[in-house]
């Protein structure tokens, strides 16, 4: 008999496919043989017979995946059966790991997991992973590098019904290019300490970062001294280069490094844009930006798309007694190639107009059937209306008369493989009552 080597998983089929795909692929990739039942996807059934030598002669770990599905099925009960037999044999303690997989209480979970401490994946599978990988880095389990067993249980992980075709494909990505800046940053003292500065940044009312005492900003005198309050005294003391800024050691102002100037300048930048945002009428909650009820008619964003058809989506909707509201969130990079990263977010509101405290979960129950191309319409719409369908560049003010110049459209990405739209696999008919979208169709 040669060692355990083999991580266990059990779950109901095909309800908790998801996250057992999920698994297999992330333990496979750092070397761990996994045996889960998912060979249902390319069309093969495994007996009974095979699943009880897994368990007795292979295992190393049984993790079982529980959930409310899966604590009613008999093939789940007598896996866990089989297990409690395989670790009382062994007397390995740690030789079953329960995963609380969704919402179902401790409580509930089968009487013989009840005493077995387990991991909580309801809430943040990569949270609970990690934990996962402590246990079994913990307790030894046997792992390898480029394991033959990758590439079956991988091969698991793409659905028959989705096909990969080796034809190049346009896409776009969540990002608009910064195409142009000021030649010129400026740095103003103020009569304020460091910490003082730093408590007033949100009174400042023009895109800038602060050092020190100095504030940083593509800004005029005339319009630093308007936007800083006037309790504040401010003189100019320095005009650099951007070229020179970002070297990040001037001869006439405090040196920084490179990389603080780069942050800097993504401060300001990040500022000005969401200063933008909030022009056109997007709501901040927290660092994510959404769109408010009625902010276009019939919430309604339109959008040219990359075929050149005219399409729209709804940017606000209704999901059973919620509203949810489309947002994004920025990440800008003042690097090579420089730009601003769209990220985009769902939030939900209980009465149309403030997003709930708590978001937990609301995402992935009311948005399970929003595949890609409905975030990218979502994106393109949104972006549509921030920045409009004309010229190929759009002016966004940094202060005072200084514009960074956006390119106007996602940028556009040219990928060497593709996939078979007409089979995709799609969620079953009835998990649909999750969320009426019948708005969300595009206007062709």
Not at 22 to 43: I, K, S
Not at 165 to 176: D, F, I, P, S
Not at 222 to 246: I, K
Not at 416 to 433: F, P
């Amino acid at each position: 008999m040669g060692p355990r080597n083999t991580v266990f998983i059990s779950h109901a089929r095909p309800d908790d496919d998801d996250l057992t795909r999920w698994l297999c692929g992330r333990l496979t990739a750092r070397g761990y043989r996994v045996w889960a039942d998912l060979e249902q996807l390319v069309g093969g059934e495994p007996a009974w017979s095979d699943i009880e030598n897994a368990i007795r002669q292979d295992s190393a770990r049984f993790i079982c995946l529980v959930t409310n599905v899966a604590s009613t099925r008999t093939g789940v009960k007598n896996e866990i059966a089989e297990a409690c037999a395989v670790a009382q044999k062994l007397g390995d303690k740690n030789f079953i790991i329960p995963i609380k997989a969704d919402d179902l209480p401790w409580s509930d979970f089968p009487i013989q997991l009840k005493q077995i401490n387990g991991i909580d994946f309801s809430d943040d599978w990569p949270s609970g992973f990690s934990k996962l990988l402590k246990a079994l880095e913990r307790d030894g389990v046997l792992r390898g590098e480029g394991d033959a067993e990758i590439g079956r249980v991988c091969s698991l992980l793409v659905s028959s019904k989705e096909q990969i075709k080796q034809e190049k494909e346009l896409a776009l990505r969540n990002w608009l290019s910064i195409d142009k800046l000021p030649d010129t940053i400026h740095y103003y003292h103020t009569s304020l300490s460091a910490t003082e500065l730093g408590q007033w940044r949100s009174q400042i009312a023009i895109p800038h970062a602060v050092h020190d005492r100095l504030i940083i900003t593509f800004g005029s005198t005339d319009a630093v001294r308007a936007a800083v309050p006037p309790e504040v005294e401010l003189e100019h003391r320095y005009s650099l280069g951007l070229g020179e800024f970002l070297e990040g050691a001037p001869a006439r102002a405090p040196e920084t490094g490179k990389q603080q100037a780069r942050n800097y300048l993504s401060d300001v930048l990040r500022r000005a844009f969401e200063a933008y945002l909030r022009e056109k009428g997007l709501m901040q909650f927290d660092n994510r930006w959404f769109v408010p009820n009625n902010w276009r008619k019939d919430n309604e964003g339109h959008y040219i798309k990359p075929d050149g058809k005219a399409g729209y989506r709804v940017l606000v909707g209704k999901a059973k007694e919620l509203t949810w509201h489309f947002a994004i969130s920025t990440r800008v990079f003042s690097g090579s190639p420089r730009g601003i990263l769209v990220i985009p977010h769902v939030l939900f509101s209980s009465d149309g107009v403030s997003p709930l405290a708590d978001q937990k979960q609301l995402r992935r129950r009311y948005c399970k059937l929003w595949w890609n191309d409905r975030w990218r319409d979502l994106l393109q719409a949104l972006l549509s209306e921030l920045l409009g369908n004309g010229a190929e560049q759009v002016s966004v003010s940094a202060g005072g008369g200084a514009e960074l110049l956006l390119t106007r459209a996602l940028q556009r990405v040219d990928l060497e493989v593709s996939y078979s739209d007409a089979t995709a696999q799609l969620r079953d008919e009835e998990d649909v009552d999750h969320i009426r979208d019948e708005d969300l169709e595009d206007e062709e």
